[in-house]
């Protein structure tokens, strides 16, 4: 099989014109090509008059070595056609099932049912070796309805909402499937597999920009739930771990203690937690696990028409069914020495309540598969450091996050309303004492208000500075009837759990911290990558065999 990179063909080119690139690309007869199929496709739209798709495409043709050495040797420094990689996973551990039904066997604990969870209990799953996932949260169509609670009614359910429960954070986001980690084994696209088999569409395959929506992500984690336990797999909701099970003298893990008092024995210990799981954390601590504090960000989101984020980005193009809704992604570096980005941009989505804590308020972003909302949000946040915005201590983070947090609370009147600020105002450094022709789609409600007094000095300038430069890039980011509604505080874990080669704990033998919340994940797909690598490396413990190469 061959792969051809970079084939760039015009927004509106007929189908037949895909083949005719690859065999002009090839330099081969029609019957020669025998069949090829789309590994990616993306656009450049650089020129927005003559906006381009750009494919990757995997295909098969008759006398492949000839074929491709020819192209080699009349291009000797062109890198667009190779041989296709192997992008097959092997499970590391055949005997699972035999090493499962040995006497004493402890099966292996995960902690989480969000993307790195269900990943690794996937994984575990189909290995034989019958994990047990315990999640704090409810399953994901109870989850929901508190989830719905909170949005309709002003309800906070602590141990159900966006951010705890079957699914993890992702659930209620925009979904999106794609990252910029390292993935030299191809972990991302058998993740992607498996998410197709559980009812994702297969265009997330090949899209370069995929994204799947809250009610579809929803479907699927049933589906990889019903796997798990059809291989031997179980799931315990509503189930939080309070404490470690340690072999006294050495720390090790024997097993984990729930806040119903149960004691659960096992030997391989999967914390595959959220950023959100402060009172997590705290425990870990306590028991002696080694963290260290991680830089993360704070800031608004902020919502524009999604016509007017179309037209900047696509010109003519805009509203085209293969461009779909446009996104954006913006830096600048601030005078004051501050990074500002956009995060987590949700084209044609709804800007979500996400507290997990009483008298809190959290924003983030969510859209359906469709992502026809009216509006375009994202995160516009700001980087922060450990020593220097707050004391070098790992829960120092989620000490600063909570401070602002309140202070949101407080200046949304204290009913999980949010603060929202029209962005002329905001800029002219006055309070928002009514709201314009954005509509914003926070829900259950905003309350017009001055943000400043909901974020650090440094952020506000820093946001100040941005936006203006935004919009240049941009026609539209600074309208004056934009809308920012505060705050955002979750955009990763404020800390790291550090493990070794083997996927350990350095300080606590027998606990693999994995995923977002342990700091080495940040989105649905990198978390699901980790928790095939977690996987990996508790069954080739369990099986006596050397961890290598798996990227931890």
């Given at each position: 099989?061959?792969?051809?990179?970079?084939?760039?063909?015009?927004?509106?080119?007929?189908?037949?014109?895909?083949?005719?690139?690859?065999?002009?690309?090839?330099?081969?007869?029609?019957?020669?090509?025998?069949?090829?199929?789309?590994?990616?496709?993306?656009?450049?739209?650089?020129?927005?008059?003559?906006?381009?798709?750009?494919?990757?495409?995997?295909?098969?043709?008759?006398?492949?070595?000839?074929?491709?050495?020819?192209?080699?040797?009349?291009?000797?420094?062109?890198?667009?056609?190779?041989?296709?990689?192997?992008?097959?996973?092997?499970?590391?551990?055949?005997?699972?099932?035999?090493?499962?039904?040995?006497?004493?066997?402890?099966?292996?604990?995960?902690?989480?049912?969000?993307?790195?969870?269900?990943?690794?209990?996937?994984?575990?799953?189909?290995?034989?070796l019958r994990p047990l996932v315990l999640e704090r949260g409810k399953v994901v169509?109870?989850?929901?309805?508190?989830?719905?609670?909170?949005?309709?009614?002003?309800?906070?359910?602590?141990?159900?909402?966006?951010?705890?429960?079957?699914?993890?954070?992702?659930?209620?986001?925009?979904?999106?499937?794609?990252?910029?980690?390292?993935?030299?084994?191809?972990?991302?696209?058998?993740?992607?597999?498996?998410?197709?088999?559980?009812?994702?569409?297969?265009?997330?395959?090949?899209?370069?920009?995929?994204?799947?929506?809250?009610?579809?992500?929803?479907?699927?984690?049933?589906?990889?739930?019903?796997?798990?336990?059809?291989?031997?797999g179980e799931y315990r909701f509503g189930t939080r771990v309070d404490g470690l099970?340690?072999?006294?003298?050495?720390?090790?893990?024997?097993?984990?203690?729930?806040?119903?008092?149960?004691?659960?024995?096992?030997?391989?210990?999967?914390?595959?937690?959220?950023?959100?799981?402060?009172?997590?954390?705290?425990?870990?601590?306590?028991?002696?696990?080694?963290?260290?504090?991680?830089?993360?960000?704070?800031?608004?989101?902020?919502?524009?028409?999604?016509?007017?984020?179309?037209?900047?980005?696509?010109?003519?193009?805009?509203?085209?069914?293969?461009?779909?809704?446009?996104?954006?992604?913006?830096?600048?570096?601030?005078?004051?020495?501050?990074?500002?980005?956009?995060?987590?941009?949700?084209?044609?989505?709804?800007?979500?309540?996400?507290?997990?804590?009483?008298?809190?308020?959290?924003?983030?972003?969510?859209?359906?598969?469709?992502?026809?909302?009216?509006?375009?949000?994202?995160?516009?946040?700001?980087?922060?450091?450990?020593?220097?915005?707050?004391?070098?201590?790992?829960?120092?983070?989620?000490?600063?996050?909570?401070?602002?947090?309140?202070?949101?609370?407080?200046?949304?009147?204290?009913?999980?309303?949010?603060?929202?600020?029209?962005?002329?105002?905001?800029?002219?450094?006055?309070?928002?004492?009514?709201?314009?022709?954005?509509?914003?789609?926070?829900?259950?409600?905003?309350?017009?208000?001055?943000?400043?007094?909901?974020?650090?000095?440094?952020?506000?300038?820093?946001?100040?500075?941005?936006?203006?430069?935004?919009?240049?890039?941009?026609?539209?980011?600074?309208?004056?009837?934009?809308?920012?509604?505060?705050?955002?505080?979750?955009?990763?874990?404020?800390?790291?759990?550090?493990?070794?080669?083997?996927?350990?704990?350095?300080?606590?033998?027998?606990?693999?911290?994995?995923?977002?919340?342990?700091?080495?994940?940040?989105?649905?797909?990198?978390?699901?990558?980790?928790?095939?690598?977690?996987?990996?490396?508790?069954?080739?413990?369990?099986?006596?065999?050397?961890?290598?190469?798996?990227?931890?």
């Amino acid at each position: 099989m061959l792969r051809l990179t970079e084939l760039r063909l015009p927004l509106d080119h007929p189908p037949e014109a895909l083949e005719e690139a690859v065999r002009a690309r090839l330099d081969v007869a029609p019957d020669a090509l025998e069949h090829f199929s789309v590994f990616r496709r993306g656009h450049d739209a650089r020129r927005r008059s003559a906006i381009m798709l750009v494919y990757t495409v995997d295909c098969a043709v008759r006398d492949e070595a000839a074929v491709l050495a020819r192209y080699q040797a009349a291009h000797p420094k062109d890198p667009h056609v190779t041989l296709a990689p192997d992008m097959v996973w092997r499970s590391p551990v055949a005997e699972g099932a035999a090493l499962a039904s040995r006497p004493g066997y402890v099966r292996p604990v995960v902690i989480g049912a969000g993307p790195c969870g269900f990943m690794a209990a996937l994984m575990l799953a189909r290995m034989g070796l019958r994990p047990l996932v315990l999640e704090r949260g409810k399953v994901v169509r109870e989850r929901t309805v508190d989830t719905f609670a909170l949005w309709r009614r002003g309800v906070l359910t602590p141990e159900s909402n966006v951010q705890f429960g079957e699914g993890g954070a992702g659930t209620f986001s925009d979904g999106k499937l794609y990252s910029q980690v390292r993935d030299p084994r191809f972990l991302g696209r058998k993740v992607l597999e498996e998410f197709v088999k559980a009812g994702a569409p297969e265009e997330i395959l090949y899209l370069a920009h995929p994204h799947i929506g809250t009610f579809r992500l929803v479907s699927m984690v049933e589906h990889i739930r019903a796997e798990i336990e059809a291989a031997g797999g179980e799931y315990r909701f509503g189930t939080r771990v309070d404490g470690l099970v340690q072999e006294p003298g050495t720390g090790r893990v024997k097993g984990v203690r729930t806040a119903s008092g149960e004691v659960i024995a096992s030997d391989h210990v999967v914390m595959a937690v959220g950023h959100s799981a402060r009172d997590t954390f705290a425990m870990l601590q306590q028991a002696g696990v080694q963290m260290q504090a991680k830089p993360f960000s704070i800031g608004v989101r902020i919502e524009h028409p999604q016509s007017v984020i179309d037209t900047a980005q696509f010109g003519p193009s805009a509203g085209n069914a293969l461009l779909g809704a446009a996104e954006y992604r913006l830096v600048h570096h601030a005078s004051n020495g501050r990074g500002v980005y956009s995060f987590c941009m949700c084209p044609g989505g709804t800007v979500v309540a996400a507290a997990s804590e009483e008298g809190q308020v959290v924003t983030n972003g969510m859209s359906q598969y469709s992502r026809a909302e009216r509006n375009a949000n994202s995160g516009m946040v700001v980087d922060l450091r450990p020593g220097e915005d707050y004391p070098d201590d790992p829960l120092a983070g989620m000490a600063f996050q909570r401070h602002w947090e309140r202070k949101a609370f407080e200046a949304g009147g204290g009913n999980y309303k949010a603060p929202a600020q029209r962005v002329g105002d905001f800029l002219a450094g006055r309070p928002s004492t009514t709201l314009g022709a954005v509509v914003p789609s926070y829900k259950p409600g905003v309350t017009p208000a001055d943000l400043s007094t909901c974020l650090p000095e440094f952020a506000v300038a820093a946001l100040r500075e941005a936006l203006p430069l935004f919009d240049r890039k941009l026609k539209g980011f600074a309208m004056d009837d934009a809308v920012m509604t505060g705050v955002e505080t979750r955009t990763s874990s404020p800390l790291r759990i550090p493990r070794g080669a083997d996927g350990q704990s350095l300080s606590t033998p027998g606990l693999y911290p994995a995923g977002e919340g342990a700091g080495y994940a940040g989105g649905i797909l990198s978390a699901g990558i980790d928790g095939i690598r977690i996987a990996e490396a508790v069954a080739m413990d369990i099986a006596g065999k050397p961890v290598e190469g798996l990227g931890l």
